[in-house]
C-alpha cells in the first residue's frame, strides 16, 4: 500500500508532531494572512477609496528574503519557524526512521520531500496583517488533492491503536499525539524520553508568543508606529485603527491585491516603517518572555542538540 506524495517540496514544522490541538481558555482568530493571538471586539469604518481618491503612489516592495528576515527578528518567531540546516537534517532523518518502521511492517510510505535549508519558503506568522500585495495569487487559490484512504491497518501502523493517545495540556492548549505506532516510533527514536517535554516547551513558546504580542500593545514606540500608520491611510480615505482590524473588516471574498484599502495598508506601511517598528519592539518584548522562562531555550537546546546528534547517525546509515 502506498501513501499519497504531496506535490513539490514541502517544509514541514521543526516541531511538526501530528496531533490534534483543542483549544480552551482562548481564542485564536485567523483571518487571510494574519495570525495573532487575541481577538478584540473592532469597529471601523472604510470609505469607498476607489470611487473618492486616487491610487496610493507606488513603492518598491520589498523581496519575498528581506520580509522573511525581518518577521524571524523576534527571537521565539526565529525557535520556531525558520528553517535551518540543522532542522532539515532532523525532519530527512526523522522521515527516514518513519519509513523503515513502515517498511518493516509491510507498508511503503513516500512523504512528501524535504525542502533544503534556505531554498524554502519561510511558514511564519504574520501578526501585523499585509506585508506585501505581491505573494498573494494563485499559490493561495490552489487546493491539496483530498487524502486517500489508506485503509484501517495502515493507519494503524502508522498511528497506533485507536484511542491510545498522550495528552500534554497546557495553559491555554491541549495536544493529543499517537502513543505508539510508526510515527510515534520515529519521534521517540529522534527524542527519547524527551518527547514529551519537547511538546511542553513547544506549547510554552506558543504562550510566550501570544503574552509579548499582548505586551506590545501597550508599548508606546508600537502605538506610535501605530497612530502614524492610521494617519497615512487617513490620508487615503480609509478609516481602521490598526492594520488587523482593516483586514478582519473586510468580506470575505475580497481580492487583496487589488482592492483599494489593503493597497493603501501596504502602501503606509512602507511609506512610515510600520513593520520594522513593529517587528523590532516585538522582539523586545519576545526576549523579554524568553528572559522570563530560562529554562525553556535551556531544556529546548538541549532537546534539539540530542535530535540533531541521532540525525546525523541515521543519515550516516545507522537508524537502527
Not at 481564542?27 to 495573532?36: I, M, P, S
Not at 471586539?41 to 476607489?50: M, Q, V
Request: aromatic share 6%; charged share 25%.
Amino acid at each position: 500500500m502506498r501513501a499519497r506524495r504531496e506535490p513539490g517540496p514541502h517544509v514541514p514544522d521543526p516541531d511538526r508532531i501530528h496531533m490534534a490541538l483543542s483549544f480552551h481558555g482562548t481564542r485564536r482568530y485567523v483571518a487571510a494572512c494574519v495570525l495573532t493571538a487575541t481577538v478584540g471586539a473592532t469597529t471601523w469604518a472604510l470609505a469607498d477609496a476607489r470611487a473618492r481618491n486616487p491610487e496610493p503612489r507606488p513603492h518598491r516592495p520589498p523581496s519575498p528574503a528581506a520580509l522573511a528576515e525581518q518577521g524571524l527578528r523576534p527571537p521565539i518567531y526565529a525557535q520556531l519557524y525558520a528553517w535551518t540546516r540543522s532542522g532539515e537534517q532532523i525532519a530527512t532523518a526523522q522521515q527516514q526512521v518513519l519509513v523503515s518502521c513502515m517498511a518493516e511492517r509491510g507498508f511503503t510510505i513516500e512523504p512528501a520531500p524535504v525542502a533544503k535549508a534556505g531554498d524554502a519558503a519561510v511558514s511564519r506568522p504574520t501578526p501585523f496583517g499585509l506585508e506585501t500585495l505581491e505573494e498573494i495569487g494563485a499559490d493561495s487559490q490552489r487546493q491539496a488533492p483530498p487524502e486517500q484512504p489508506q485503509g484501517e491497518a495502515f493507519n494503524r501502523a502508522l498511528y497506533g491503536r485507536p484511542g491510545h493517545e498522550i495528552s500534554v495540556k497546557g495553559k491555554l492548549l491541549k495536544v493529543s499525539m499517537p502513543a505508539g505506532g510508526c510515527q510515534a516510533e520515529a519521534e521517540k527514536h529522534m527524542l527519547g524520553d524527551g518527547r514529551v517535554r519537547w511538546t511542553e516547551l513547544r506549547m510554552q513558546l506558543n504562550e510566550g508568543e501570544q503574552t509579548a504580542f499582548r505586551w506590545l500593545k501597550r508599548d508606546s514606540h508600537f502605538r506610535e508606529a501605530n497612530e502614524g500608520w492610521r494617519q497615512c491611510m487617513l490620508t487615503n480615505r480609509v478609516q481602521a485603527k490598526d492594520p488587523l482590524d482593516l483586514i478582519r473588516a473586510l468580506p470575505p471574498d475580497t481580492d487583496i491585491r487589488t482592492h483599494p484599502a489593503t493597497k493603501a495598508d501596504v502602501h503606509c506601511k512602507q511609506e512610515t516603517g510600520y513593520l520594522r517598528t513593529a517587528y523590532a519592539r516585538l522582539a523586545v518584548m519576545q526576549q523579554r518572555w524568553l528572559d522570563d522562562h530560562p529554562d525553556v531555550l535551556k531544556d529546548r537546546t538541549a532537546l534539539r542538540d540530542r535530535q540533531l546528534t541521532i540525525a546525523r547517525q541515521v543519515l550516516r546509515g545507522r537508524i537502527g
